[in-house]
């Protein structure tokens, strides 16, 4: 990998700005969702707390993110893609971003649900960045099962 091709990944505005300046940062008092996930090879960790209102929409999310800037700055993007949506919703988000992380092209209705994490494209010219990437959405998944098995 080229140095210059890796400026220019680190270099998007919108992930900088999410690295720089991640959403959604507060602690939850008494979240109804805790999903982790942490990536031992690197030690890229993503800390997801999510409330939701009374027809299961995700009303409140707090992150944190420790690692890499993709990482850091893709689990900011998610929380703010999945916020004020069902729990049905944050799933398709969460494939959206998994396809378009693997070369779909996302439709213009998918990009709007998105957001920002469209931005991630660059990352698909860089395979062992990807992972980075997708970190936030394992957490994700992983706590709306643990969740919904309650």
């Known amino acids: 990998m080229a140095q210059n ?7 998007d505005d919108v992930i900088r700005d999410h690295h720089n300046n991640p ?5 939850l008092q008494s979240p109804d969702i805790v999903a982790d996930a942490v990536n031992p ?3 890229d960790e993503i800390h997801f707390q999510m409330n939701l209102d009374d027809q299961n929409r995700v009303s409140e999310v707090g992150y944190k993110g420790v690692g890499c800037a993709i990482c850091r700055a893709a689990g900011s993007m998610l929380s703010e893609a999945i916020k004020g949506h069902t729990l049905e919703e944050a799933e398709e988000v969460s494939g959206l971003f998994q396809d378009m992380m693997f070369g779909a092209e996302p439709t213009e209705d998918q990009a709007e649900l998105l957001g920002d994490l469209t931005s ?3 990352v698909r010219a860089f395979p062992i960045r990807i992972k980075c990437a997708l970190l936030s959405l394992t957490a994700l998944e992983d706590g709306i099962s643990e969740y919904r098995q309650k």
């Open 23 to 27: 959403r959604n940062s507060e602690k």
């Open 5 to 11: 091709e890796l400026d220019e990944l680190y270099g």
């Open 41 to 43: 090879f690197c030690g």
């Open 120 to 122: 991630m494209t660059g």
